[in-house]
Antibody, heavy 125, light 107 residues
Framework: QVQLQESGPGLVKPSETLSLTCTVSGGSISSYYWSWIRQPPGKGLEWIGYIYYSGSTNYNPSLKSRVTISVDTSKNQFSLKLSSVTAADTAVYYC???????????????????WGQGTLVTVSS | DIQMTQSPSSLSASVGDRVTITCQASQDISNYLNWYQQKPGKAPKLLIYDASNLETGVPSRFSGSGSGTDFTFTISSLQPEDIATYYCQQYDNLPPTFGQGTKLEIK
């Protein structure tokens, strides 16, 4: 059973960079897409971006100028960096597998089938 | 971005009731639509993919239908453990976008 676990600081100061890591266990990070999704308290879900195990990325245009997602296949981890944060970036951040429903070498990702438990990141001085 | 609009935003029903939630896309998305269940304090859980396919292990009282711009999610007989917020999500175009959610409560 694939499991994902987010880790990183729960408190970040305004204008600084939010950094989170997602560790994948119970399966290989290879051959799949991996995403970050966030949810402000009491609100809905916002996709941040994805990374393919090979390193190719795609980001939400609304966050693209501030987001970097990277992967370390040797550690079975992928990471999120969000720069110049403000209070509006306060949210529960989830990592998730963005599966293709088939061979991801030939298909685009479709659905988020495995999720981490989420980690609350608060932006405050 | 493709906008996803769910209705209703909240819903109160009794155990055993048939419950229906709708999701409308701002443009044709074929059947590129998924449904998730989120219980308080938990991560979302995939229930339905490709508009009508039940994810492995999900009870058969959950179902989905629709194509194009209009989609329906149904619980045939509401159980107490179904209390949650439900989200639709499209993947026709990047970025993938979610509906605003439907909060389901027991009457």
């Amino acid at each position: 059973q694939v499991q994902l676990q987010e880790s990183g600081p729960g408190l970040v100061k305004p204008s600084e960079t939010l950094s989170l890591t997602c560790t994948v266990s119970g399966g290989s990070i290879s051959s799949y897409y991996w995403s970050w999704i966030r949810q402000p308290p009491g609100k809905g879900l916002e996709w941040i971006g994805y990374i393919y195990y090979s390193g190719s990325t795609n980001y939400n245009p609304s966050l693209k100028s501030r987001v970097t997602i990277s992967v370390d296949t040797s550690k079975n981890q992928f990471s999120l960096k969000l720069s110049s944060v403000t209070a509006a970036d306060t949210a529960v951040y989830y990592c998730a597998r963005f599966d293709c429903g088939g061979d991801c070498r030939n298909s685009e990702p479709n659905y988020f089938d495995y999720w981490g438990q989420g980690t609350l990141v608060t932006v405050s001085s | 971005d493709i906008q996803m609009t769910q209705s209703p935003s909240s819903l109160s029903a009794s155990v055993g009731d048939r419950v229906t939630i709708t999701c409308q896309a701002s443009q044709d998305i074929s059947n590129y639509l998924n449904w998730y269940q989120q219980k308080p304090g938990k991560a979302p859980k995939l229930l339905i993919y490709d508009a009508s396919n039940l994810e492995t292990g999900v009870p058969s009282r959950f179902s989905g239908s629709g194509s194009g711009t209009d989609f329906t999610f149904t619980i045939s007989s509401l159980q107490p453990e179904d209390i949650a917020t439900y989200y639709c999500q499209q993947y026709d175009n990047l970025p993938p976008t979610f509906g605003q959610g439907t909060k389901l409560e027991i009457k």
